[in-house]
T-cell receptor
Framework: GAVVSQHPSRVICKSGTSVKIECRSL??????MFWYRQFPKKSLMLMAT?????????EQGVEKDKFLINHASLTLSTLTVTSAHPEDSSFYIC??????????FGPGTRLLVL | QQQVKQSPQSLIVQKGGISIINCAYENTAFDYFPWYQQFPGKGPALLIA?????SEKKEGRFTISFNKSAKQFSLHIMDSQPGDSATYFC????????????FGTGTRLTIIP
């Protein structure tokens, strides 16, 4: 299957700082990328959907000013957690898909905000 | 109506046995049903997927059974192995995989020797 990478795999930051997470499709062009959040032993919660060159569509209850998503190219999307707080600590996972293709997930990024 | 209900929450199966996980949905507009396998600390990996025009799809030891009238689908893992121990998520979407997925709550599968 197609490969999706995320960087960093884990990050620790101080409260109030911003953290950027990158999601890359390594061997295909991703017209759509999704960002999920997963709490321990829980299911994946969709945060937003982004199409290349367009503004992201956020799910209800997700603060777009806090979770900034950029999908500037067909192989890269970024999620920036602005002014992070301990409650933002979570496992963030991206997925990517091409036109008429299935979603392939990245390995996830574990964020810990102190 | 967007929910996908998954059961059981956890499952213990002996090595060599059959693992069965069930999902049910409400939204009749869903027409793509994938199953994902997730190991701790990793992202989900696509296992197998089905569209409503078939009632069963088999890939190796993994089989999806689909009942359109009952709005249910299930994953069967034949000859379950310890390496199959993971969390399994069913999902559903309208259109193909590049559409928004609605995930089930997950099943933690443990295969014992």
């Amino acid at each position: 299957g197609a490969v999706v990478s995320q960087h960093p795999s884990r990050v620790i930051c101080k409260s109030g700082t911003s953290v950027k997470i990158e999601c890359r499709s390594l061997d295909f062009q991703a017209t759509t990328m999704f960002w999920y959040r997963q709490f321990p032993k829980k299911s994946l919660m969709l945060m937003a959907t982004s199409n290349e060159g367009s503004k992201a569509t956020y799910e209800q209850g997700v603060e777009k000013d806090k979770f900034l998503i950029n999908h500037a190219s067909l192989t890269l999307s970024t999620l920036t957690v602005t002014s992070a707080h301990p409650e933002d600590s979570s496992f963030y996972i991206c997925s990517a898909s091409g036109i008429q293709e299935t979603q392939y997930f990245g390995p996830g990024t574990r964020l810990l905000v102190l | 109506q967007q929910q996908v209900k998954q059961s059981p929450q956890s499952l213990i199966v002996q090595k060599g046995g059959i693992s069965i996980i069930n999902c049910a949905y409400e939204n009749t507009a869903f027409d793509y049903f994938p199953w994902y396998q997730q190991f701790p600390g990793k992202g989900p990996a696509l296992l197998i997927a089905i569209r409503p025009d078939v009632s069963e799809k088999k890939e190796g030891r993994f089989t999806i059974s689909f009942n359109k009238s009952a709005k249910q689908f299930s994953l069967h893992i034949m000859d379950s192995q310890p390496g199959d121990s993971a969390t399994y998520f069913c999902a559903a979407s309208q259109g193909f995989g590049n559409e928004k997925l609605t995930f089930g709550t997950g099943t933690r599968l443990t295969i014992i020797p």
